[in-house]
């Protein structure tokens, strides 16, 4: 893509708005036809192995779920290694987790101890960032290992909702990537 806004433009197109799900007055925004699309799936990887390369990262860690579609072809792309960071008890092995609060409760995330040592620099992938939870968990799971946290990238912000301002907050000096915004 040659521009920010043309990338935008074809990303955006691809996203499909599924009203009343999964409640009642809730606008999803469903991905599956941007991943259907080879073109527009390619441009997405393409700008986020951009950005992973000008930041010099050397691992992706993607969020559970729709971070492992995005940050997996991402860190192949950009010739470096993926880390994926699942929901608590999905990893065997010795983990590092990071509770989280949700609107109703909260949740915790774990990645494997050894996967993140202090010659990386990571790179968060995630898909949609809207209230910020779980991204702001990542960051301070990150933070926990002995890696240097040197982004955060995301195909989607949903502007309306804080958790942009959340995420930016906990990023400090780190930069930080929407690809689109809404």
Known sequence: MSTHDELAELLGSRVRDIPDHPKPGIVFKDITPLLADPVAFGALTEALAATAGRLGATKVVGLEARGFILGAPV???????????????????????????????????EIHAEDLTA??????????????????????????????????????ELGFLPGGTRVRDALGEVPYQALLTV
């Open 75 to 109: 860190a192949l792309a950009a010739g470096i290694g993926f880390v994926p960071v699942r929901k608590a008890g999905k990893l065997p092995g010795a983990t590092l987790s990071q509770s989280y609060d949700l609107e109703y409760g909260s949740a915790e995330i």
């Open 119 to 156: 010659d990386d620099r990571v790179l968060i992938v995630d898909d949609v960032l809207a209230t910020g939870g779980t991204a702001e968990a990542a960051i301070g799971l990150v933070r926990r290992t002995p890696a240097r946290l040197v982004g955060l990238a995301v195909l989607m």
